[in-house]
């Protein structure tokens, strides 16, 4: 009687947890740093899903990993709560709305010239989102960096990546900063190594078998639907450093080298982004979508899931694969004291994405007091995140 009680509780805890994944999903504006503290916000203060000490080491270990890193942290939450199958229906919730949201706009561009009339509400959702990623810099600073040495780590961190953009030199930077703290914490200790025990090799073998077997589909066929696939999983497989490193990437792909849209059409997407709750790498989606308006509304259809799934895939297939081990090592004194370098860093990488996504905000009264209202309205109020993106599609189609 006790088991049964006990199953049907853990099964209504879950039910809860998917509902509270897919209010997440329909309000969590801004990216992967804002997503970090709604998380703490839902998951970890209201819900009590996890500890606020288990959340800052899983979004340690995903920015670690290639990928979405806030889709892979809520995945690998659902995936401690309930094991792998749990943790696919946790991806399927939270990147849904998201990817239905920007694959259907695309379809809905594609019916109509695309003049600047059409995406004028547009036009202050981008100081918007330099509120939010200011937002987001000043709560990882005050989350994360708390020693003095820290302070040096954030600022080395923030001018190299501003002088140099390459997605790969976030995971490097993660690496020295964390061997750093990792030095200065467990100098004098002497700790035996964790022996790992029961790697999932098979995992490895399916996301190296899909890879493979895509690229030489895509190859061998020439299936834009395929290579749609094959290109968003390399993407998915490769990219450090969240949307903002996947976009310059898709935007050379998909449109200066492979042609399948247009300028403009890939930037009203980027628009649009800014307005969509969610994963930021839903932008495969629309780019999914977009690439395929050759071949008529059910072609964007499948063309929107083919990209979808592509770009998904390999982060929770990598965390089938390293999150076990990632359990077994995360204990070792130098892995454990590693962690807060790693932190330090990514919240350098915060700094340096808020500076990049200023720079192109045209400097006149109106992009200035957007910017500065979002700040101030996220800092001293409770205003809903909905409501703040909703005011200023509102204020760019009024004003």
């Known amino acids: 009687m006790k088991s049964m009680k006990a199953t049907r509780f853990r099964k209504f805890k879950n039910l809860l947890f998917l509902i509270d994944v897919l209010k997440l999903a329909l309000t969590a504006f801004g990216g992967p740093q804002i997503h970090f503290t709604m998380f703490k916000k839902h998951l970890v203060q209201k819900k009590q899903y996890l500890s606020e000490t288990e959340l800052i080491e899983l979004n340690s270990f995903c920015s670690m990993l290639p990928g979405p890193t806030s889709t892979q942290t809520i995945t690998t939450i659902g995936y401690k709560i309930g094991g792998p199958a749990f943790a696919f229906l946790t991806l399927g919730i939270w990147i849904l709305p998201a990817s239905i949201?920007?694959?259907?706009?695309?379809?809905?561009?594609?019916?109509?010239?695309?003049?600047?009339?059409?995406?004028?509400?547009f036009k202050y959702l981008q100081p918007m989102a330099s509120g939010f990623m200011i937002y987001a810099a000043y709560k990882f600073i005050q989350l994360f960096v708390t020693k003095?040495?820290?302070?040096?780590?954030?600022?080395?961190?923030?001018?190299?990546?501003?002088?140099?953009?390459?997605?790969?030199?976030?995971?490097?930077?993660?690496?020295?900063?964390?061997?750093?703290?990792?030095?200065?914490?467990?100098?004098?200790?002497?700790?035996?190594?964790?022996?790992?025990?029961?790697?999932?090799?098979?995992?490895?073998?399916?996301?190296?078998?899909?890879?493979?077997?895509?690229?030489?589909?895509?190859?061998?066929?020439?299936?834009?639907?395929?290579?749609?696939?094959?290109?968003?999983?390399?993407?998915?497989?490769?990219?450090?450093?969240?949307?903002?490193?996947?976009?310059p990437l898709m935007y050379n792909q998909f449109v200066d080298y492979k042609h399948y849209m247009t300028g403009s059409e890939f930037l009203a997407g980027i628009g649009?982004?800014?307005?969509?709750?969610?994963?930021?790498?839903?932008i495969a989606s629309y780019a999914g979508a977009m690439s395929m308006k050759d071949y008529g509304v059910f072609g964007q259809i499948s063309g929107m899931i083919s990209a979808t799934v592509g770009i998904f895939l390999p982060g929770i297939l990598l965390i089938f694969f390293v999150y076990p081990i990632w359990?077994?090592?995360?204990?070792?004194?130098?892995?454990?004291?590693?962690?807060?370098?790693?932190?330090?860093?990514?919240?350098?990488?915060?700094?340096?994405?808020?500076?990049?996504?200023?720079?192109?905000?045209?400097?006149?009264?109106?992009?200035?007091?957007?910017?500065?209202?979002?700040?101030?309205?996220?800092?001293?109020?409770?205003?809903?995140?909905?409501?703040?993106?909703?005011?200023?599609?509102?204020?760019?189609?009024?004003?």
Request: aromatic fraction near 12%; proline fraction near 5%; hydrophobic fraction near 55%.
């Open 327 to 399: 359990n077994q090592i995360k204990k070792f004194a130098p892995i454990y004291n590693a962690i807060e370098g790693i932190n330090v860093i990514a919240a350098g990488f915060v700094v340096v994405s808020a500076y990049l996504l200023f720079l192109p905000v045209e400097l006149n009264e109106e992009n200035m007091l957007v910017l500065l209202g979002t700040l101030f309205l996220l800092l001293s109020t409770k205003v809903p995140t909905p409501l703040i993106v909703l005011g200023c599609i509102l204020g760019g189609y009024f004003f």
């Open 272 to 282: 649009l982004l800014q307005a969509c709750p969610g994963p930021v790498f839903s």
């Open 101 to 121: 949201f920007m694959g259907t706009l695309a379809i809905f561009l594609t019916q109509m010239p695309l003049d600047s009339p059409k995406i004028v509400f």
């Open 148 to 247: 003095r040495y820290h302070w040096a780590l954030l600022v080395t961190t923030t001018g190299i990546g501003i002088i140099e953009s390459s997605p790969f030199l976030i995971p490097i930077l993660m690496l020295i900063g964390g061997l750093i703290t990792s030095y200065i914490n467990t100098r004098g200790k002497v700790e035996k190594p964790q022996v790992i025990q029961n790697i999932n090799w098979d995992k490895l073998a399916w996301f190296l078998g899909i890879f493979a077997l895509a690229a030489i589909i895509g190859v061998g066929t020439q299936s834009r639907l395929v290579l749609l696939f094959e290109n968003n999983f390399r993407y998915g497989s490769i990219v450090f450093g969240g949307g903002n490193a996947l976009i």
